[in-house]
Each structure stands twice: as C-alpha cells, then as structure tokens.
Nanobody, 123 residues
Framework: QLQLVESGGGLVQTGDSLSLSCVAS????????MGWFRQAPGKEREFVAA????????SYADSVKGRFTISRDTAKKTMYLQMNSLKPEDTAVYSC????????????????WGQGTRVTVSS
C-alpha cells in the first residue's frame, strides 16, 4: 500500500504563487508516474499535471500551462507543484496521485490518491 500526503495549500491573492508538495510513503513502487488533480466546488475532478518516474516527461492541462510547474525528487519520494500567477479559477482541492504512466493519469486510471490540500485564490 502506498500513502500520499499533500501539503502547502492555503489562501492567497490573485497573482500570488504557492508550492504544493506530495510525499509518498509505505510500500513504494518504482516506475510509476505521479500527478496532480483538482476539484473545485460543484465541479468534477480535473487533471492538472503529471510527471514520469524519471522526471523526463511532463504533461499539463491547458488551463495551467505556462503557470504551473511539476517536479519530483525521487530520492525524497516527493513531488511538487509550483503554482505561479494564481487566478480565482484555480481555487480547488488539489490531490496527488500515482498511475502507471502519464496517459493513464490523464484518463483518471489512478492507483493511489492523496487526501488533498485546499487552495483558495481570492480576487
């Protein structure tokens, strides 16, 4: 079993930056992709970004491309999401997840989920 714990959420203003972290623990497996999803109030969960095990490939939703950066430190079993130029529409609960690959991640074929961390962007 793999546990994922997110941190770093909070309340910020439009244009601010925020960095989220996701730490994996328990029985960790190699060669899995990690990613971020978000769910705003009253909306469906949506894909935000994903990164391969090696960190060599990344993928972003169009809505965050150019503003968010995903990265991971395999040795620390930690994934990050640097969010810049935040907008009120970025307000959501952000969850990290693992999957067999980026394509699977985007199809919501997720193996493990974190509990989520709330991000609120005020206008």
């Amino acid at each position: 079993q793999l546990q994922l714990v997110e941190s770093g959420g909070g309340l910020v203003q439009t244009g601010d930056s925020l960095s989220l972290s996701c730490v994996a623990s328990g029985r960790t497996f190699s060669n899995y992709a990690m990613g971020w999803f978000r769910q705003a109030p009253g909306k469906e969960r949506e894909f935000v970004a994903a990164i391969t095990w090696s960190g060599g490939s990344t993928s972003y939703a169009d809505s965050v491309k150019g503003r968010f950066t995903i990265s991971r430190d395999t040795a620390k079993k930690t994934m990050y999401l640097q969010m810049n130029s935040l907008k009120p529409e970025d307000t959501a609960v952000y969850s990290c997840a693992t999957s067999s690959g980026i394509a699977s991640m985007r199809r919501l074929a997720v193996d493990f989920w974190g509990q989520g961390t709330r991000v609120t962007v005020s206008s």
